[in-house]
């Protein structure tokens, strides 16, 4: 699809969803993370958050959690009116354009309820539920939403409704509020060996990706394919 660059639009021109940033001491109560489910559900009904479930991983589950599993059947009714103007532009081979839904890195952060502290000698970043870069290399990033990941998604859940508070949970080596990147890492830490895997995997199915003859994929498609597992049946 051809599409006239006029028809494309700056992201400024969307709403801005962010939980804000805030000036130490901030300890957040459970009413900050209900205001957060609120948003989120907010900006889940929006027609680009499509996007969210075609994510993967901790943020197709959080989006699942805000609007239900009767809300999946609608990621296969196309791209959103939104797609064009403001969502992805992917290349394939022969300079076709093609676009998609897609989230911005602030609506990603967003989706995992982060806040921006405010420090003296700098920002300090801390989320709900932990960014992509600390979820990719966690212990329970295995290519698809295992038994164990919903276990761990419903603990968190879990412990958040039971009290949010600094002290350390003897068990999940968890804290109930928003956490560090560093401590999100440290968190998920699991089996180490996980990581290590995921990587050969992806690369290998990246290298057959762009090795597969006749096939033309977009430019995009293919850094998505060496980020995630790639299963073909023939």
Not at 49 to 65: I, K, S, T
Request: charged share 20%.
């Amino acid at each position: 699809m051809t599409v006239a660059p006029n028809r494309r639009r700056p992201l400024s021109e969307l709403r801005t969803y962010t939980l804000g940033r805030r000036r130490p001491p901030f300890n957040p109560l459970y009413a900050d993370y209900i205001v957060y489910e609120q948003l989120c559900h907010e900006f889940m009904n929006l027609p680009r958050a499509r996007a969210a479930f075609l994510h993967g991983g901790l943020v197709w589950r959080l989006a699942l959690h805000s609007l239900g599993f009767d809300h999946l059947p609608s990621v296969l009714d196309g791209i959103s009116t939104e797609a064009v103007p403001f969502g992805e532009l992917l290349i394939g081979d022969g300079g076709q354009t093609h676009y998609d839904d897609g989230l911005s890195e602030e609506e990603i952060n967003f989706m995992c309820g982060t806040y921006y502290i405010e420090h003296r000698d700098g920002q300090e970043v801390v989320s709900w539920w932990p960014q992509p870069n600390a979820w990719n290399v966690s212990g329970l990033n295995v290519g698809f939403w295992s038994a164990r990941c919903e276990d761990w998604f419903q603990g968190r859940l879990g412990n958040i409704r039971e009290g949010v508070s600094r002290m350390r949970h003897s068990l999940t080596k968890d804290t109930n509020g928003p956490m560090t990147s560093a401590q999100w890492k440290h968190s998920l830490k699991f089996q180490p060996a996980t990581n290590k895997i995921m990587h050969n995997v992806s690369a290998a199915s990246y290298d057959f990706m762009t090795r597969a003859p006749g096939k033309s994929f977009p430019t995009s498609f293919l850094i998505h394919a060496h980020e995630v597992c790639i299963v073909w049946r023939t």
